[in-house]
């Protein structure tokens, strides 16, 4: 993943998502130190307050946890929380859009259950 620069997602929140896809992606694992602020400035070329305030998200999200004068470490629970979140917020969120989008076409609930059972064995 890189930091887009020209999108309308700030800076801040790009890295704390992409510090999020490596939990998520066993790059860096329960009780890993994470990046600092300074590395991840010089990583993304980017200002250390900006890096730093992204790691203040994951840490206000208890992603991560702080161990003074050594750094911040990823949480216990994290893969699992983010894992979580994804699934309540974003999987919410796409089939509230599929439902809508089925009344509109006028599907029953019993055609779209039908297409997306299909979509799972095709993808299997």
Do not use: C
Not at 11 to 19: R, T
């Amino acid at each position: 993943m890189h930091i887009h620069l020209d999108s309308t997602t700030p800076i801040y929140i790009q890295i704390a998502e992409w510090l999020q896809h490596e939990i998520i992606a066993n790059r860096l694992q329960a009780d890993e130190k994470v990046y600092s602020q300074y590395q991840l400035a010089e990583l993304f070329n980017i200002n250390p307050a900006t890096a730093g305030k992204g790691l203040t998200i994951l840490l206000e999200e208890q992603l991560l946890y702080k161990k003074r004068g050594l750094g911040m470490f990823v949480s216990q629970d994290a893969k699992d929380r983010i894992l979580s979140k994804r699934r309540n917020e974003i999987l919410t969120k796409m089939a509230q859009e599929i439902v809508l989008e089925a009344q509109r076409l006028l599907v029953s609930d019993e055609e779209l259950l039908a297409l997306i059972q299909k979509t799972q064995e095709e993808l299997k």
